[in-house]
């Protein structure tokens, strides 16, 4: 399927879009948002941690993410990513609170080791594009 926004969609997660893909020591780590672009105030992320060595979905990780955004933005510190929805995907709500370039940090640790990766965010305001896509389809 192609995206509207040059990401690949996945769909182990619902309709989430691809982001990120990355291997980084012990670990592949897929990052997925909701909606299909990240936008002011109601981006979902969502984790999925690979070991590399077995290529099985690790289910007894820690997941923590920060953000740094444009200058005037407020910068989001240590927002906690469980897996208590789905063992195998950590999620957590991104609230950013202004358009612009974001660099999400995120932070794994298991007993596989300590990896961080960084994901660059190009995050919009939300609701005007969704209601020209709306009033198109109407």
Do not use: C
């Amino acid at each position: 399927m192609v995206s509207l926004f040059n990401y690949d969609v996945a769909s182990a997660n619902g309709r989430a879009t691809l982001v990120s893909s990355q291997e980084i020591g012990p670990y592949r780590i897929d990052v997925s948002i909701l909606p299909g672009q990240p936008v002011v105030a109601n981006t979902h992320l969502s984790v999925l941690i690979i070991a590399r060595a077995t290529e099985e979905a690790l289910t007894n990780a820690t997941v923590n993410v920060s953000a740094t955004g444009p200058a005037g933005s407020t910068e989001l510190g240590q927002i906690p990513a469980p897996n208590d929805i789905s063992p195998q995907f950590y999620e957590t709500d991104l609230p950013f609170d202004m358009a612009g370039q974001w660099e999400v940090k995120i932070d794994v640790s298991s007993e596989l080791g300590e990896e961080t990766i960084i994901v660059p965010m190009n995050v919009r305001q939300g609701g005007s594009n969704i209601n020209w896509i709306l009033l198109a389809a109407v």
